[in-house]
């Protein structure tokens, strides 16, 4: 758990910066990115007209992940961190793709606002919205502050309406795009000791819907993805804190293990694509191994595993 994102001192309100050289539609090369498997893949469609995507959080874990997905997919990115996400920016670049980026607080509507004017300087059009940035907060309910749960809410919740509302409103222009925003299991069951992340993510899967409901019509579709547990830092986090171990969630899961940002971003890159998803619109798409599936108990559980937890 990464805590309250107000601790380890702020970045300057934002600054952008652009890595990577813009080049003119119909012209780019294909990025080359490693896959799984190590061989290496070549990211399709960039014979057209290639697409853009913002996503926040972008700095590490499911956020970079992602970006990486989407570019090997042939998105030019803009990305968001608290700091300006260099790393990710440079690992995509290495690959023959773009992307340029931004830092600052997603919770600050002048930092939003000027997140949409670089991405809009740099690339023109954003086709897609990944609202990824968020923290974690674990405490018993009746030991939390009111300030610590405002920040929660305002972090994985309010941010992630701004950022809908400054991108939206040149994707409803435009008649199109794909908003997905990154929830999690704790949005759709409640979980101990979280009050404020789970009230978070129920009311972002609740803002989904009801974007989808009002922009589908208009062309813009909003979509969330929930994952269970994933190895980032928010996990690294929490468990040094003496929260849970790994044995907690992987004897939870029926295919005993976490999910990866592979696996999550996996999802977001197929909510992005309208040639995959295009009537996809007000779903919350699971991505948690059964986790949410699965009412049964412990024993019973591990019965249909095999030794340890394995996957037969
Ligand atoms: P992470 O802590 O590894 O990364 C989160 C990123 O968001 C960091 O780079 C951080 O700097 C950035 N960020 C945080 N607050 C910000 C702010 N106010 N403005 C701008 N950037 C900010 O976390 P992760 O595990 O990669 O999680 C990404 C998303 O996935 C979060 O929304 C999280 O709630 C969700 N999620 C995570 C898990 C999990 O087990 N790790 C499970 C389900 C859902």
């Not at 119909?26 to 190590?38: I, Q, T, Y």
């Not at 405002?150 to 994985?156: I, T």
Request: charged share 25%; net charge positive.
């Amino acid at each position: 758990m990464e805590g309250p994102a107000r601790s380890k001192g702020r970045p300057a309100r934002s600054r952008s910066l652009v890595l990577g050289s813009r080049s003119p539609r119909n012209e780019r090369r294909a990025p080359v990115f490693p896959s799984a498997d190590g061989r290496g893949s070549v990211g399709g469609r960039l014979s057209g007209e290639s697409r853009t995507a913002a996503v926040t959080g972008a700095a590490r874990g499911i956020g970079r992940r992602a970006a990486e997905r989407l570019a090997e997919r042939g998105y030019r990115l803009a990305l968001s961190d608290l700091r300006m996400p260099e790393e990710t920016i440079r690992a995509i670049r290495s690959r023959g793709g773009e992307a340029i980026g931004h830092a600052g607080d997603v919770t600050d509507a002048a930092v939003v606002e000027g997140f949409v004017r670089s991405a809009r300087a740099a690339w023109g059009r954003t086709d897609v919205l990944v609202n990824n940035a968020g923290i974690s907060l674990i405490a018993p309910a009746e030991g939390l502050s009111p300030d610590d749960f405002r920040r929660v809410l305002e972090v994985n919740l309010v941010a992630p309406f701004l950022l809908a509302q400054a991108f939206g409103a040149a994707m409803l222009a435009e008649g199109k795009g794909s908003i997905i925003n990154v929830a999690s299991i704790a949005g759709l069951v409640g979980i101990a000791d979280r009050a404020a992340y789970n009230a978070s993510k129920h009311g972002l899967i609740g803002l989904t819907r009801t974007l989808a409901a009002e922009w589908g019509g208009r062309g813009v579709r909003v979509n969330a993805v929930c994952p269970g547990w994933v190895k980032t830092d928010m996990d690294a986090a929490d468990q040094a804190r003496g929260l849970y171990a790994d044995s907690d969630i992987t004897g939870r899961v029926p295919m005993g293990r976490f999910a990866t940002p592979d696996d999550v971003s996996s999802a977001i890159a197929f909510l992005a694509d309208e040639g995959e998803s295009g009537f996809v619109n007000g779903h919350a798409l699971v991505v948690d191994g059964g986790w949410t599936a699965d009412g049964g108990w412990e024993s019973l559980r591990r019965s249909h595993q095999g030794p340890g937890g394995r996957v037969l």
